[in-house]
């Protein structure tokens, strides 16, 4: 059975079929192109050449591999754009740390709850605190999260390369699953258990570096123009984040309705990475 029809091209990406990953995509994509979910990121680019590997050279499409930075690399600093960690490999990563950090707007929740205390009857929250009151609750959950991401950061930081094994960058189930305490002495400990165990096949993995790396990422995390600049949306990840304001607002809306929602209302535009790859699936 043919892969695609003549002539398209192929966006693969995490997800399943509707997920907020594909229902953006969507919105970036014109036809001829096909977005084909294949779960985790983990082995992406294996599934996509997988997928393609009964055509023949000159009969595979052009394609593209996009997936979550997540942890796997730090966002660039000059500008705003896609992340491509592999020389001639058309594999792309997003310039926020997943698709929920580009969801996760005070205006865009604002705007959701408006709309739903005005033309919903079974409403029951209310009218909407205004986006600058949502904005304080974002801060501050991010604020909540803060030890803890620079613990996965630093987690992140002792992979020796792209061609070993990666230590865990966290202890829980993944992201979106918040550790028992976020207190930096917990996550420390917790984080150095990680070290210790992948230290068994992995020298130059210490908690000396695990130390130095937490350090750095503490003292950026705290700086004033990182939380002026609002760059905890950039950096922490959008999951964690989510699962944070939920548990900081107990009883609220339901954030994982709103990111549904809002995959439709995002203003594309205001993204510089999204747009340059929107330009580059034209330009297959």
Same mark, same amino acid.
């Given at each position: 059975?043919?892969?695609?029809?003549?002539?398209?091209?192929?966006?693969?990406?995490?997800?399943?079929?509707?997920?907020?990953?594909? @229902?953006?995509?969507?919105?970036?994509?014109?036809?001829?192109?096909?977005?084909?979910?294949?779960?985790?990121?983990?082995?992406?680019?294996?599934?996509? &050449?997988?997928? +393609?590997?009964?055509?023949? &050279?000159?009969?595979?499409?052009?394609?593209?591999?996009?997936?979550?930075?997540?942890?796997?690399? &730090?966002?660039?600093?000059?500008?705003?754009?896609?992340?491509?960690?592999?020389?001639?490999?058309?594999?792309?990563?997003?310039?926020?740390?997943?698709? &929920?950090?580009?969801?996760?707007?005070?205006?865009?929740?604002?705007?959701?709850?408006?709309?739903?205390?005005?033309?919903?009857?079974?409403?029951?929250?209310?009218?909407?605190?205004?986006?600058?009151?949502?904005?304080?609750?974002?801060?501050?959950?991010?604020?909540?999260?803060?030890?803890?991401?620079?613990?996965?950061?630093?987690?992140?930081?002792?992979?020796?390369?792209?061609? *070993?094994?990666?230590?865990?960058?966290? *202890?829980?189930?993944?992201?979106?699953?918040?550790?028992?305490?976020? @207190?930096?002495?917990?996550?420390?400990?917790?984080?150095?258990? +990680?070290?210790?165990?992948?230290?068994?096949?992995?020298?130059?993995?210490?908690?000396?570096?695990?130390?130095?790396?937490?350090?750095?990422?503490?003292?950026?995390?705290?700086?004033?123009?990182?939380?002026?600049? @609002?760059?905890?949306?950039?950096?922490?990840?959008?999951?964690?984040?989510?699962?944070?304001?939920?548990?900081?607002?107990?009883?609220?809306?339901?954030?994982?309705?709103?990111?549904? *929602?809002?995959?439709?209302?995002?203003?594309?535009?205001?993204?510089?990475?999204?747009? @340059?790859?929107?330009?580059?699936?034209?330009?297959?």
């Amino acid at each position: 059975m043919s892969v695609v029809g003549s002539g398209s091209k192929l966006l693969f990406c995490e997800g399943k079929p509707n997920s907020l990953d594909v @229902e953006i995509f969507k919105r970036l994509v014109v036809t001829p192109t096909t977005i084909i979910p294949a779960g985790g990121k983990r082995g992406l680019g294996a599934f996509a &050449e997988g997928r +393609l590997s009964s055509l023949k &050279e000159v009969d595979r499409p052009p394609y593209f591999v996009v997936r979550d930075r997540d942890f796997d690399a &730090e966002p660039p600093s000059s500008s705003i754009q896609m992340i491509a960690p592999f020389v001639n490999k058309p594999v792309f990563l997003t310039y926020r740390a997943c698709i &929920e950090n580009y969801l996760l707007d005070a205006s865009l929740i604002d705007s959701y709850w408006s709309e739903n205390y005005e033309q919903s009857p079974k409403w029951r929250h209310g009218a909407s605190p205004g986006a600058v009151a949502l904005r304080d609750w974002i801060n501050q959950s991010a604020e909540s999260i803060r030890d803890y991401q620079a613990v996965r950061w630093a987690l992140a930081k002792l992979k020796p390369s792209d061609r *070993w094994p990666e230590a865990g960058t966290t *202890w829980t189930q993944g992201s979106g699953y918040l550790p028992d305490s976020l @207190e930096i002495d917990f996550c420390l400990e917790q984080a150095k258990q +990680l070290v210790n165990t992948f230290n068994l096949e992995c020298s130059g993995v210490t908690e000396t570096n695990l130390d130095r790396y937490l350090a750095a990422f503490r003292e950026r995390f705290r700086q004033d123009d990182f939380w002026s600049q @609002e760059q905890h949306l950039i950096w922490f990840h959008g999951k964690d984040l989510k699962k944070a304001m939920q548990k900081n607002w107990q009883n609220t809306i339901s954030l994982s309705s709103f990111c549904s *929602w809002a995959t439709q209302k995002l203003n594309i535009s205001i993204h510089p990475d999204l747009i @340059e790859l929107q330009n580059r699936l034209q330009q297959l």
